[in-house]
């Protein structure tokens, strides 16, 4: 079972220490650069280690967008030796149900984008739900999700 741990002064190692696939890099930061906007974002943003049987497997963040307003998740990543065996799936669902928990504000837009190229992404956010918005930025295209109440 996968479980979402706040990323804290004892697991932040673990989660410098997780690995991306070959070829992966350009579609996600590494944890290193994400834990280092969430320290600039403290106030409004939660990283978490994704973790199955003890250990930690992935990362992700969730933000709060005052302007919008809306959830985003940033950096979501599974280890390169932990991929293929449906973590990603849990741990969004995972996020999901913190988002619908409301923790930085009142909203029940959430939105991510995903590179353009990473069709298994793409297909884990849309087998959620999320739809894209038909807003891009250079390679990465946008896909929110309406929570239902």
Known sequence: MTELKKITEDNFIDAFNLKLAQGQE??????????????VYREQCQPFGIYADGRMVGYVMVIYDYDVPEYDIWHMMIDELEQGHGYGGEALDK??????????????????????????ARKLYESRGFTPTGVEDEDEVELVLMLEG
Do not use: M, W
């Open 26 to 39: 350009k579609f996600v930061s590494h944890p290193i650069r994400s834990l280092a906007q969430a320290y």
């Open 95 to 120: 996020v999901l149900e913190y988002i619908k928990t409301k923790p930085f504000g009142d909203s029940d837009r959430v939105a991510l984008t995903c590179n353009k190229d990473n069709s298994v």
